[in-house]
């Protein structure tokens, strides 16, 4: 009697591949996730330091910060990034009241968002770059130039 040879699969080899698959998962999943961080935050900050230079322009033209030229309050034109298409993953605004002679912007996290660890990213009038909330050991530094 001939034994007929089997074809595919065993239990043993598809568990084994399973447990690979799952190992990588387990590895690149938190390095995609704050790749995926990262860019919001990145995006976040280039709305910020454009509306920094736009309020720069408007100092030179009105001598302040809060007022235009002709009289009326300064309002930021974009106030969440990204700037168009899809879900705010931060909420840029005034972090306080905006004087003649200074302003401080945030970029206030969203759902999405909530889980980077650098929390709401903050800028002022002399460029002094902050974190509020951001996790135990994460400085300013590190979220801004990255």
């Known amino acids: 009697m001939m034994r007929r040879q089997a074809k595919g ?11 690979i698959v799952g190992i990588l998962a387990a590895i690149a999943y938190p ?19 454009e509306a920094a230079q736009l309020l720069e322009r408007n100092f030179t033209e009105a001598n302040s910060y809060s007022k235009k030229s ?8 974009v106030t969440q990034s990204p700037k168009s298409g899809g879900a705010a993953a931060y ?6 009241a905006t004087t003649a002679t200074t302003y401080t912007l945030q970029a ?19 460029g002094q770059q902050a974190v509020v909330g951001a996790k135990s050991g994460v ?8």
């Open 9 to 19: 699969f065993t239990l043993i080899e598809l568990m084994i591949t399973v447990a």
């Open 31 to 49: 390095s995609y996730q704050e790749y995926i961080f990262r860019t919001k935050r990145n995006d976040a900050k280039t709305v910020l330091l």
């Open 70 to 77: 002709d009289g009326s309050s300064f309002t930021l034109p």
């Open 91 to 96: 909420l840029i605004s005034f972090d306080g």
């Open 108 to 126: 206030v996290p969203q759902s999405g968002q909530a889980g980077d660890k650098c929390g709401t990213l903050t800028l002022n009038q002399v």
């Open 139 to 146: 400085t300013a530094v590190e979220c801004w130039q990255k």
